[in-house]
């Protein structure tokens, strides 16, 4: 389906006459071709406005589907890949609605065949596929990007976050609190504040809307006060204009450029050198190698404006002398990692092409991704992402999930993360309701009620395949889950794998996920799909306390347990002992780390020490019988029975606490 064209070694000669009747034939049908898109774009927008109203549009995107819109034959793929909405669940139906869909020039089609074919879902894995598709994407959406798409592309959908995971904000407040915070400073004289204002409003950073009259009117207060940042932005802004807004005034541009260059702030270079390069008539003549000391002065500056526009320099054709397709290569890069996606477009050509670099089909492709997802989700996705989410909190999870599954079709990790969250939410709620007679469902339901945060206990086979790809984006977070599959047996695995399961969070672990490090201390601990070693334990314990604060507590209990099995074992080395045993000091060693065994095998099994002597170091001996192992252990039970239960009331306090706390903030109002 890949095939953009075909050759044939024979020459064949067309047939006049079947040439003749093919153009009447068109010329019969394509009114009625022109009424079903018309027809069928109208379905769309239908479909549309109800799905906003939480309404079930299934039979909308059938009927526009079959009129070959290639919008509606994008949703019913989806349907058909995930068994939505009544639909059967057929990989190969959900493959030929993405294709015909990506023919009528669809960009979320392009992007789900580039990236089946680049992971091998429902498809063979195959390179020169998936760099077609995704380069048809990313030309698609840097055409539609239009004049937001020099500046630099940031990604910042929500990530659901499991209540057991969730974690206190580290942020000191919200992008709206800070907007808001700057709003409230420019209104008392701020000019810093009020510059600022206008370079979130020309980005359309920290959450709004990019709105260039907003820019414009705030930059223009600030460079007043001879703010040379905010004159330079304003510069580009009066360069360009605001179409039956804001007139283009390139005298008034090259003005804000000069004096902010002359009180040397760098980036305004890049302004003098673009206006420089292609010249305005009255205000300044086009000089390329003025253009190029200018991006060269700004490139000292790091702007990755100016690293875009000397590669483009480099490589075109006003200077041929100088053409260096190398130099072009490099200075794209750098741009390209300043996060202009620009520069990464013309990266991802010149590496399919090997132009300037070695030619590399794969990095191409994950450079094409990158730049489709980016530009797409500034133009399109994000509203998407905001309606998933928005759903989430309060509309039917089917909705939120259905919108999260047409984003992870097109490959945005967020989206595969998230909809496998929701599809955990939904499975966990079925499971509860079916089980609230047995132990775990009851556990459940006494959680719910108390307010208190716990995992999913059940899972789904698609939640499993979407943490599956999510993981294999480079998602931790999935990967743990993906442990969780295999260590607990939920559906979408025959049954538990611990071995496998410890792979997984092995995989997770050298990301540095705290939660990784727990479990496989945990695994080490009670020696559950590996070795049972009281030393990798108490490391992976470490490791995750040292990750995240938030563990600690966490881990302080799992050492509490690790402490008294310790103290067992090192006095339970027969039926009589004394504590100069090695076990005993051993122990020592362990606890206050003066044995670190740094060099100690993952694989590697601990054989016990059984040598026991009579003397301790302070020239005396004593030693234990059975019956004293046994009154140590009846208090090492006594006491974690204590502990329980003073977390038990302390359960039970905090919830009356809560209700208290509720009851008077009803009153205050």
Known sequence: MCTASTTTTTRRRTNPILLLVLLSLIFLVSPCLGSQNKEGATLVQE??????????????????????NETAQYMVGVMHAWGLN????????????????????????????????????????????????????????????????????????????????????????????????????????????????????????KGVERDLVQAHNFLLLSALKSDYSSMTSLGHILLQGVPG?????????????????????????????????????????????EALKHFSKAA???????????????SSSQRPQSRDFTKSYRYFGLAAQKGNVLALHKVAHMTLHGIGTI??????????????????????????????????????LEMSLELYLRLAEMGYEVAESNAARVYDEIHSKIYSTENRNTLLGGLHGVLDTLGLSHPPLNGSQHALKLYERAAEQGNHKARVRVGDYFFYGFDGVDEPDFVEAAAHYRLASDGRDPQAHFNLGYQHHYGIGLSKDS?????????ASETSSDAKFAV??????????????????????????????????????????????NNEVREESTTTTNTNGWGSSFSFTTSDLLSLEIATDTILIGLFLAIFVFIGWFRDYRVQQERRRERMQ
């Open 556 to 601: 302080q209990f799992a050492m509490a347990f690790l402490w008294f099995e310790n103290t067992q074992k090192a006095f339970s080395s027969g039926d009589k002992f004394s504590t100069d045993d090695v076990a005993v000091s051993q122990w020592i060693d362990w606890w206050t780390g003066g044995d670190n065994n740094d060099d100690h095998n």
């Open 245 to 289: 807004k804001i007139e283009p005034d390139p005298s008034m541009a090259w003005s804000n450029f000069t004096v902010a260059a002359n009180g040397g702030f760098g980036p305004a270079h890049n302004g003098l050198g673009y206006m420089r390069l292609h010249g305005y008539p009255g205000v300044i003549d086009q000089d390329v190698g």
């Open 359 to 396: 030619r590399s089909c794969k990095q191409a492709t994950q450079y094409f991704k990158s730049v489709a997802e980016r530009a797409y989700f500034a133009t399109k996705a994000h509203e998407g992402f905001s309606e998933a989410y928005a759903g989430f909190k309060s509309a039917p």
């Open 86 to 205: 009544g639909q059967e669940r057929d990989e190969s139906k959900a493959v030929l609605y993405f294709y015909f869909s990506s023919l009528g020039g669809y960009v979320p089609a392009q992007m789900a065949l580039g990236y089946r074919h680049l992971t091998g879902n429902g498809t063979p894995v195959n390179c020169k596929c998936a760099a077609l598709y995704l380069e048809l994407a990313a030309n698609s959406a840097i055409d539609e990007l239009g004049s937001i798409g020099n500046v630099e592309l940031g990604f910042s959908a929500e990530r659901i976050i499991p209540p057991d995971e969730a974690k206190l904000e580290t942020r000191a407040y919200a992008d709206i609190d800070v907007v808001d915070y700057y709003h409230n400073l420019a209104n008392k004289g701020d000019f810093a504040a009020t510059g600022t204002l206008g370079r979130i409003y020309y980005y359309g950073a």
């Open 300 to 314: 000292d500056s790091a702007v990755p404006e100016a690293f875009y526009n000397l590669g483009a320099l480099y």
């Open 535 to 543: 030393h990798l334990a108490k490391r992976y314990y470490d490791l």
């Open 47 to 68: 479909a549309f406005s109800l799905e906003k109203n939480h309404g079930n549009a299934t039979q909308l995107w059938l009927k526009a589907a079959a009129l070959g």
